[in-house]
């Protein structure tokens, strides 16, 4: 019993202290004048380096909403890239402020690692590549296939329950890191390569020869990705939530980074709170009223985000599916600023 006690004390204690370290992330965010992003080390549309190393992707445009409300600049913002295995202990040690990176949401993970989940950023769900030449045209007929896949994540779970579901021989060829998985299945290491749909869309768009490989028409599992932020520090957590929300709501009031100033003048009173010229939304989150139009501003609302990261005119071409607005159908939904 005294042990028991004791133990606990302990733990509670730490747990306070490392609560206590992170609970004005915002203060520390201004101290060193940047966000600093965790991000994958390269999945087109979500979150890549270009040439110049300059990041961009929809995950990246989430961590420059938040840098536009706090900094009113986009850029402010540093990233790291990490991978699977790493992402979390990265985001629980303090060396990055957000977790934006093609990370799902299941409960082992909002209520064990001391993480919360700001929202959906985008409705994916798990698939499988094959080439075309194979004559593959369903996930059933996949029983025995050398299956690449990336260790430590929800892939390798899921791709083992379907086949434990379906009575199908599972083969897996595990790699740590994604760059390896993808490199693997090029250079006909397996068969099949399975992660959630958008990345294999964004990887296929890649390839030297897109055409000759299908995604297979079977989706296996639910992956919610969203960003991601410590427990322990509600203010910080609400900005990240809320700079979210408010890339949702400028949509759904067709408010964009085109016609934002012009806005300032509308009549709507929903337009109005958004954009700081009604009531001030700001200061109980420790930014400014206007922090929602430098988010626009700087980085435009979630449809203009989606567009030109993996909307149906990139490379990727995506179409918006779950992820359109609620008003079209979708499951993107942002309740009111007001």
């Not at 045209?137 to 990336?150: Q, R």
């Not at 060829?173 to 068969?191: I, L, M, N, P, S």
Request: net charge negative; charged share 20%; aromatic share 10%.
């Amino acid at each position: 019993m005294h042990k028991t006690l004791v133990k606990f004390a302990v733990t509670a204690a730490f747990g306070l202290t490392a609560t206590a370290a992170y609970a004005d992330t915002l203060a520390d965010v201004k101290a060193k004048g940047y966000v600093q992003c965790g991000v994958t080390g390269g999945v087109a549309g979500f979150s890549a380096p270009d040439a110049n190393n300059k990041w961009a992707g929809l995950e990246v445009d989430f961590c420059r909403a938040v840098a536009a409300a706090i900094f009113n600049d986009a850029e402010a913002v540093r990233y790291t890239p990490l991978t699977s295995q790493e992402r979390f202990a990265a985001l629980s040690a303090g060396e990055i402020d957000i977790l934006s990176r093609t990370t799902t949401w299941t409960m082992s993970r909002d209520t064990d690692l001391g993480i919360k989940f700001i929202g959906t950023m985008y409705y994916d769900g798990q698939g499988f590549m094959v080439r075309e030449a194979d004559g593959i045209a369903s996930a059933m007929d996949l029983s025995g296939a050398a299956i690449c896949i990336e260790s430590g994540t929800t892939t390798e779970l899921d791709a083992a329950d379907y086949f434990a579901a379906n009575n199908l021989e599972f083969n897996t060829v595990v790699f740590v890191d994604q760059d390896e998985v993808v490199k693997a299945y090029e250079d006909g290491r397996c068969d099949v390569y399975t992660t959630d749909a958008s990345a294999l869309a964004a990887e296929r768009s890649k390839f030297a020869n897109p055409a000759e490989h299908v995604i297979l028409p079977e989706i296996i599992s639910k992956e919610p990705l969203g960003p991601v932020v410590r427990q322990g520090d509600d203010l910080w957590f609400n900005i990240n939530r809320w700079a979210y929300f408010a890339l949702l709501e400028a949509e759904e009031l067709g408010v964009t980074s085109a016609n934002v100033d012009e806005m300032l003048g509308s009549d709507n009173p929903a337009i109005k709170r958004l954009l700081g010229v009604e009531g001030d939304f700001g200061t109980p989150i420790g930014l400014t009223k206007d922090w929602a139009y430098q988010i626009i501003k700087l980085v435009g609302n979630y449809g203009e985000a989606f567009n030109r990261n993996v909307g149906p005119d990139t490379d990727i071409a995506l179409e918006r599916g779950l992820n359109a607005l609620w008003t079209d159908g979708g499951l993107q939904y942002a309740p009111p600023i007001r």
